[in-house]
């Protein structure tokens, strides 16, 4: 189930600047561009008018012009000039574009995508280390063809790293996870395990033949809703992978990383600190994109399954709130066809924008694959 009402990464914010830029998140369209206080500016891409694709034209001062009929938008989302209207002529109150709020973060441009005033908004994902001394960063994409929950769900998942990755960090012959330390909270919540690492292969194992690899201390930490951070720890150095899952549509998900590495810090080595979490993916896509949860058993779960089954409570529990975006689906002639308008905050401010796309919208919630049999329903 996608959700909103929470921060999503939307692009790295070197990639946006005044040219307009057209993104997809959580099965809607967007446009973010930089004003004149070089803050990023993120619209819905539709003009309300003829459905003009915003992105398409471009951007003078804080405002976007629509390629179509010409219509200006402010960065509110408010138009303030029709071309065609006679001088003295008004413009209509629906003419007015929804408008999210951004942050930049991390390297990163975050979007809020939901009407929750400021003071009710769930917690930011914290990244402390970003920017700390002796931490270098490198950053990634990766595409699979499955939910985003689905995805999470593999990350947190702590049992199939000696399967999945037996040829790199996984140790087949010590699959065993007994011991392990649970932090549920509100929000989220993180695992902590000692992982036996995998007896040495190459050359290696010829030089250190007379030396124990010592045990690696890892702990893996659930953000909701789609954020996933793993820090591992090998006494001399630290590695963190820090992930956006982020949900494209309910089939599409692209995770945006960065590794942050307290060793071999030289831009010399970054080429390889790209490639690992590179070759961790491709591993895992094999299992995700092939994986049928819609046909388990609801309830079949085992004690290392206790955060992702802990990530599906919270899942609900945002349903529960009325936060599922399948309620915003927009009726299209095309069954193939489907797009989401999330309502923004300025809904909340202008009565005619809250009721603009009630007889369009008419999707219910749930749907999509079987809960609780491996994944939440998929819009």
């Not at 999945?164 to 065993?176: A, L, R």
């Not at 945006?256 to 810090?265: E, G, M, P, V, Y």
């Not at 049928?292 to 529960?320: F, G, I, N």
Request: glycine fraction near 8%.
């Amino acid at each position: 189930m996608i959700l909103k009402n929470f921060w999503y990464v939307a692009e790295l914010s070197s990639a946006i600047n005044h040219t307009p830029k057209h993104i997809t998140l959580l099965g809607q369209d967007f446009v973010l561009y930089r004003n004149t206080q070089n803050q990023v500016v993120a619209l819905n891409n539709l003009c309300p008018h003829r459905g003009g694709a915003l992105s398409g034209g471009w951007v003078e001062g804080n405002c976007i012009r629509c390629p179509y009929h010409g219509w200006k938008y402010q960065s509110d989302g408010v138009c303030i000039e029709i071309p065609a209207n006679p001088p003295n002529a008004g413009i209509p109150k629906l003419a007015h574009v929804d408008s999210y709020p951004t942050q930049e973060k991390y390297g990163w441009v975050w979007v809020f995508l939901g009407d929750l005033p400021e003071s009710e908004r769930p917690p930011f994902p914290p990244l402390p280390e970003f920017g700390g001394n002796g931490w270098k960063a490198v950053y990634g994409e990766f595409k699979w063809n499955a939910p985003y929950t689905r995805v999470v769900e593999n990350s947190i998942d702590i049992a199939h790293p000696p399967f999945v990755h037996s040829d790199t960090f996984g140790n087949q012959f010590n699959p065993q996870r007994d011991h392990y330390e649970l932090d549920l909270d509100e929000w989220g919540g993180s695992i902590a395990a000692v992982i036996k690492p995998p007896p040495q292969r190459g050359i290696w194992k010829f030089i250190l033949r007379h030396k124990n690899r010592p045990d690696i201390l890892t702990k893996t930490t659930l953000y909701m809703p789609n954020i996933t951070r793993l820090d591992v720890d090998f006494g001399a150095f630290k590695f963190i992978l820090f992930n956006a899952h982020v949900p494209i549509d309910a089939k599409t998900t692209v995770t945006k990383w960065i590794q942050l590495r307290t060793f071999l810090t030289h831009p010399l080595f970054d080429r390889d600190a790209r490639k690992r979490p590179l070759k961790t993916f491709l591993q895992d896509q094999q299992v995700v994109e092939s994986q049928r949860p819609e046909l388990l058993p609801a309830t079949l779960s085992v004690h290392t399954d206790t955060l992702p089954m802990a990530y599906r409570k919270l899942l609900q529990k945002c349903l529960d709130k009325g936060w599922g975006i399948r309620q915003h689906l927009i009726q299209s002639d095309s069954p193939s066809v489907q797009r989401v308008v999330i309502p923004s905050p300025v809904r909340r401010q202008a009565p005619e924008m809250a009721k603009a796309w009630e007889r369009r919208e008419g999707g219910q919630e749930g749907g999509g694959e079987a809960e609780g049999a491996g994944e939440m329903g998929e819009m």
